[in-house]
């Protein structure tokens, strides 16, 4: 249990502009906040992690509909900046905002950074899953901001895949505690948005993000007053991942499902 006064802030993050939007939100919120900044997995070793997983063909199918959705951000931006206007949500780097670069959060560094600053609570968003060990060692609660609804999209894509099940009322994001599972832990907030036509999988998570600001806040308002409630998640349990190329070709010309 922290002590009341303290009102201490850690964001782990691998970066980029959805996570950046939270931390803005949270730090003009809340002041007192202090970014781990991951070095981004290589992608041999999140290629080699797949095919261990999924296996090759999968894996390299996955890989593809990566490589294809780089193209593919540069068609979007004027639907970016459209959310980004709808929300009031800002995406650009605070230099104000100290920056802490670690290679992972689970490493002997990482956890001694945190601990040395010793926060109410820890707040992750589009990082690496924390080890056992490393959740062990984490000194105050720690919280996660989920692009999709749990526990039916948990893992990866959550806002694609509810589109592509016919699921859109589950189209939103989530505040959980972290447990040692993928999205596994206990629920705190949820939020539903209605993407637009012109959204695809490049700006599912951007909506997402930026809509859900609030759910965050509170979220992390409850953890600083010692007050999280999390409620266990309800329904069907399943964990996704990239759409391989041939499902997302697919779902594109066949359903309009980009």
């Known amino acids: 249990m922290s ?10 993050t691998a ?3 959805n996570p950046q939007i939270l931390i803005n939100a949270i730090e003009s919120h809340f002041g007192d906040v202090t970014v781990l900044l991951e070095q ?5 070793l999140f290629l080699k992690r797949r095919i261990r997983k999924l296996g090759p063909i999968t894996a390299a199918g996955q890989f593809a509909t990566m490589a294809a959705s780089r193209f593919g ?7 970016s900046a459209e959310i980004l206007g709808d929300y009031k949500a800002d995406d650009r780097e605070n ?3 100290p920056v802490i670069a670690v290679d992972s959060i689970n490493t002997p560094e990482a956890v001694e950074q945190i601990r040395a600053i010793s926060p109410a609570v820890v707040f992750l968003v589009s ?3 924390l080890s056992v060990t490393t959740l062990a060692a984490m000194p105050c609660p720690v919280i996660n901001f989920h692009a999709g609804i749990n526990p039916q999209y948990r893992g990866l ?5 509810a589109r592509v099940e016919n699921d859109e009322a589950n189209f939103g ?7 040692a599972g993928v999205d596994t832990g206990g629920i705190l907030y949820q939020s539903r948005m209605t993407p637009s036509k012109n959204d695809t999988m490049h700006t599912y998570p951007l909506l997402q993000t930026a809509a859900s600001t609030g759910i965050v806040l509170s979220a992390v308002e409850d953890a600083l007053s010692d007050n999280l409630k999390p409620l266990p998640p309800n329904g069907n349990s399943r964990q996704w991942y990239h759409p391989p190329i041939w499902t997302w070709l697919w779902n594109g010309f066949s359903r309009g499902i980009w």
């Open 3 to 12: 002590s009341p006064a303290n009102r201490k802030i850690v964001i782990v």
């Open 15 to 17: 970066g980029g502009r």
């Open 157 to 161: 894509m959550g806002g694609y895949w």
């Open 127 to 129: 990082c690496r899953m």
């Open 40 to 44: 981004p997995e290589s992608k041999k």
């Open 73 to 79: 951000k540069r068609l979007t931006e004027t639907r």
């Open 173 to 179: 994001a989530t505040m959980h505690l972290v447990d």
């Open 95 to 97: 230099p104000a905002i």
